[in-house]
């Protein structure tokens, strides 16, 4: 890969285009940790708002279809049976569970989580909602000066991406012990030789192909932004704890008007 940063005395304002890439890059880069890190946070938050008010959505389900049952066994009206059949249709297993939930199975059966969501059974605490300030910025530091795009040739750069692939891992873990020692590792890792000089033409080439990643990367943002989850995280970005709380007391208020509807109804029909 050409070195904007080489010798480019050949052609005129060429040096002034070679900076305007390098930021370009670092910008790039700075982009890319900020939709990793939100990426990171969704996928946090939306594993923690299913293990703390899955089962209360569950017993909400359940709630609903016992409600339309115990109304359609008073009135016989064949709307109220319908909708009984249709609320009873939302709490009961899927056919086939265990194939649609391949992907969750090894030699011993079910993943303690796919486990516990299936059977109700509680499981290990969950993960925080988002890594530490520690891990953050060992990632960012890592990801500057380890990111694929600054590579020399294509072997420098298959070996970035592999690293890259370790520290997302470490991240996506909130594993700041691991993110020290990658750091370790990339530091005593082989010294970037000099690099070619490159061409105006194969600058631009490089601000147009840096242009594209920027606008893959935005529709990627867009996306998590949107996101049910997404949308939740920046309701409270610096309290998400705090916002599950808040749904969780509404849950529970829910439940136990739902609860008490039941018993009125059994109730009276008793």
């Known amino acids: 890969m050409t070195n904007p940063e080489a010798d480019i005395s050949e ?19 700075e982009f890319e940790i900020a939709v990793e890190t939100f990426r990171v946070e969704v996928e946090n938050f939306s594993r923690l708002h299913h293990q703390r008010l899955g089962p209360m959505y569950a017993r909400l389900d359940e709630l609903e279809a016992r409600i339309a049952e115990a109304v359609a066994a008073r009135t016989g009206d064949a709307e109220d049976l319908r909708r009984a059949r249709e609320a009873r249709a939302l709490v009961q ?12 199975m090894d030699d011993q059966g079910l993943s303690p989580e796919a486990s516990a969501m299936l059977t109700e059974r509680p ?20 990801v500057r000066k380890a990111h694929p795009d600054l590579a020399l040739d294509e072997a420098d750069r298959l070996r970035r991406e592999a690293f890259i ?17 990658l750091a370790g590792e990339w530091a005593a890792g082989p010294v970037p030789g000099q690099r070619r000089a ?29 996101s049910a989850i997404g949308a939740m995280i920046k309701m409270a970005p610096e309290d998400p704890d705090g916002l599950l709380a808040e749904i969780s007391d509404g849950l529970l208020a829910q439940i136990a008007e739902r609860e008490a509807h039941l018993a009125e109804l059994l109730g009276a029909g008793g």
């Open 198 to 226: 490159s061409r105006s033409e194969e600058l631009y080439a490089r601000l147009e192909w840096l242009a594209e990643r920027k606008e893959l990367l935005s529709a990627v943002a867009a996306e998590l932004e949107a």
């Open 11 to 29: 052609e005129p304002g060429t040096e002034r285009l070679a900076a305007a890439v390098r930021a370009a890059e670092q910008a790039l880069i």
């Open 165 to 181: 692939v370790r520290v997302n891992a470490a991240y996506g873990d909130g594993n700041a012990a691991l993110l020290a020692e």
């Open 123 to 142: 499981v290990s605490p969950p993960k925080r909602v988002r890594p530490s300030e520690e891990a953050r910025r060992a990632y960012r530091d890592l």
């Open 93 to 104: 297993p899927l056919p086939g569970v265990e194939e649609l939930f391949g992907g969750w």
